[in-house]
T-cell receptor, first 120, second 113 residues
Framework: AQTVTQSQPEMSVQEAETVTLSCTYD???????LFWYKQPPSRQMILVIR??????QNATENRFSVNFQKAAKSFSLKISDSQLGDTAMYFC?????????????????FGKGTHLIIQP | KAGVTQTPRYLIKTRGQQVTLSCSPI?????VSWYQQTPGQGLQFLFE???????NKGNFPGRFSGRQFSNSRSEMNVSTLELGDSALYLC????????????FGPGTRLTVL
């Protein structure tokens, strides 16, 4: 079974600063996918970024980028030029290819989350 | 394109009752997954449906069940409610199984009294 660990329960930074959220995972799989999801106070889970394990290049989406270290099983999220609207819970998630055979729990495995607060 | 929708958004039930939650996926998506979110246990996978068949299942008791219709809409049912079933239930849809990204709905907040 996979595990995902987010070691920072809460972080607080000033607007416009850069912040990095940490995530480590444990798996015996060689092919998998990693995600960062954001959950603002509205509770709507929003996809931030996706990384395929077979790709060496780190994924980026505008102000959001990841540092994917496969050997270290580390997947951190960097938010540049942070904005007040970035205030939310951030969840790191692991997914292996879903075979759909009915025999396994192949959904997303989430970390406990990091509560990020952007101060004005 | 409209996102994932879930109804109702809020529910209050009493112990022993049963409840049905509904999820409509993004148009064209054929896979629907359900997750339970609680402060203590975090986000946990319940099950996934694809082409009207349950394809994957998490570690939840048989009181939790679901189904998927031919139009890919899905329902989740919880029978004999317990206080511990109070949670945010999130539905997520994806185009297929394998490697497709899951997109989430706004959730249904269930309170069991």
């Amino acid at each position: 079974a996979q595990t995902v660990t987010q070691s920072q329960p809460e972080m607080s930074v000033q607007e416009a600063e850069t912040v990095t959220l940490s995530c480590t995972y444990d798996t015996s799989e060689s092919n998998y996918y990693l995600f960062w999801y954001k959950q603002p106070p509205s509770r709507q889970m929003i996809l931030v970024i996706r990384q395929e394990a077979y790709k060496q290049q780190n994924a980026t989406e505008n102000r959001f980028s990841v540092n994917f270290q496969k050997a270290a099983k580390s997947f951190s999220l960097k938010i540049s030029d942070s904005q007040l609207g970035d205030t939310a819970m951030y969840f790191c998630a692991f997914m292996k290819p879903r075979e759909g055979s009915g025999g396994g729990a192949d959904g997303l495995t989430f970390g406990k989350g990091t509560h990020l607060i952007i101060q004005p | 394109k409209a996102g994932v929708t879930q109804t109702p958004r809020y529910l209050i039930k009493t112990r022993g009752q049963q409840v049905t939650l509904s999820c409509s996926p993004i148009s064209g998506h054929r896979s629907v997954s359900w997750y339970q979110q609680t402060p203590g246990q975090g986000l946990q996978f319940l099950f996934e449906y694809f082409s009207e068949t349950q394809r994957n299942k998490g570690n939840f008791p048989g009181r939790f069940s679901g189904r998927q219709f031919s139009n890919s809409r899905s329902e989740m049912n919880v029978s004999t409610l317990e206080l511990g079933d109070s949670a945010l239930y999130l539905c997520a849809s994806s185009w297929g199984l394998r490697t497709d990204t899951q997109y989430f709905g706004p959730g249904t907040r269930l309170t069991v009294l």
